[in-house]
Nanobody, 119 residues
Framework: QVQLVESGGGLVQPGGSLRLSCAASGSDLIINAMGWFRQAPGKERELVAT???????KYADSVKGRFTISRDGDRNTVYLQMNTLKPEDTAVYYCNVLRTIGLRIVPYWGQGTQVTVSS
């Protein structure tokens, strides 16, 4: 089993910054990739940013240039630095981990952390 512990959400004014973190733990944990998704009220969950175990990063167009994903491989922790936040960034942010088990890639999700951008 894999446990994901998220932190860093909250209320911030437009133009402000927040940093999310997600720490993964579990026995025999081999991680293929880590990332963040978000879901706003009435909308589907969408990809925000991902980073693979070799450091390849992918961002949603809406956050490019504002958000930065990084990873501490030794601690199985992924970070999302969010700058120049906009009201449309308001959502529940979910950590996602892709775990390698043999030939399979198994996804795990965090419990979600609320990010609210409002004046």
């Amino acid at each position: 089993q894999v446990q994901l512990v998220e932190s860093g959400g909250g209320l911030v004014q437009p133009g402000g910054s927040l940093r999310l973190s997600c720490a993964a733990s579990g026995s025999d944990l081999i991680i293929n990739a880590m990332g963040w998704f978000r879901q706003a009220p009435g909308k589907e969950r969408e990809l925000v940013a991902t980073i693979t175990n070799i450091g390849t990063k992918k961002y949603a167009d809406s956050v490019k240039g504002r958000f930065t994903i990084s990873r501490d491989g030794d601690r199985n922790t992924v970070y999302l630095q969010m700058n120049t936040l906009k009201p449309e960034d308001t959502a529940v942010y979910y950590c996602n981990v892709l775990r390698t088990i043999g030939l399979r890639i198994v996804p795990y999700w965090g419990q979600g952390t609320q990010v609210t951008v409002s004046s």
